[in-house]
């Protein structure tokens, strides 16, 4: 028997099902598991040090790059433990340099038993078929520790998280995803995300996320799932990511949808500019996101689009023409002011590296950010950039920020539009990588 530590940085506040998902996989294989959310839980560093020294084996799970960054820090305080670190998840690869540990990407529950039963990990990612086996969620804190859901009338529920696929059929090409999975999609079976859902509603919830990279990369899982929850659980809600690809082909489903309980979809809109959208390899353009944002409206689900404004390719009319689509159509209260300053994370392995090397934008790797620095062809967009992040980190208004954007590029502040507050459902932690 091996005894393992996982620990969990950051999951979008959610009860992380990368902790969550191994501890069913290791328990199952005869292995004493212990584990941390330190993103919910105050652990001292001393106690950390002393659960960490008794593990036989460590594994620090990084599905995002925040995660991932996050889990540079806890290392490094376990550095003198780096021959029991395992980073796992999307994001592990990029940490496989710093000397801080193995790392695993990939489907990681077998990899970490694997581990546990004292073989070697791969250095190539692995996908296998095995059958998903139930979450165990024994070891986390409750639910009511992490994000809620707000429903329409701005009442707040318990809100739990299941996947019911792994990967993504796609290969969006700033996606963390692509280098990984390249396309490849595995599904987790109905039976278990059936059975995770009922043990969470178990634990009080009363809404829950899916949080596949696309809901409906297996269209016909979910709806079955979205039917099958339903019954059993009448009043339910749910939210789900979809592309606006496949809102538009599995428009006639969005009916169906919402009246089993889907009550808000987030789908990556990214950008206004057709240009920018071939290069991300999104599979739509922008003609397309009225067309999404109507079909929705028109059955009550209500859109959560998400934005990348900042990259090399934006010019500064695209970034103007973002923001006057955002308030035209309605979508300031839908927007965190995070969403109008992220920038084009580039990782290591990003097939954009090569495209932005030859438009010489590349400026150096940033081992610790676990991203390129790059430099906009205008210097103009840059300095804006750095201070939409800052004036979104003080929470300022949408009008504020259109404002510094017009005087940054030297364009005329169109007059601000209406914008009564108009409570929509989603959750308390807004969406970010």
Known sequence: MTRVLLISTYEQGHQPLGVAAPTAALMAAGHDVTAFDLAVESVSPERLRVDAADADLIGISTPMHTAARLGIRIARQLEAMSDKIVFYGLAANSLRDLGLGRAISGDTDLQLVALANGDEPQLAPVFDREKRLV?????????????????ASGVAHLAGHVEATRGCAHRCTHCPLTPIYAGRLRLNGADTVLADIDQQVSMGAEHITFGDPDFLNAPDLAVDLLRASAESHPGMTFDATIKVEHLIEHESMLGEMSALGVTFITSAFESVDDRLLEILDKGHTASDLDRVLHSTQEVGIALRPTWLPFTPWTAAKDYLALLQFVETRGLVDLTPPVQLGLRLLVPADSPLVEPMREMNALISYDA???????????????????????????????????????LALGAEPWPNLPAPHLHRPGLTEDWFC
């Open 135 to 151: 979450p165990d969620r024994s070891l986390l804190p409750p639910l009511e520790q992490y994000a809620r859901y707000m429903d």
């Open 368 to 406: 610790d950010g676990l991203t390129w620095n790059w430099r906009h062809p205008d210097e103009r967009m840059d300095a804006l950039q750095s201070q939409v992040a800052s004036l979104a980190e003080r929470g300022a208004a949408f009008a504020e920020i259109k404002q510094a954007a017009c």
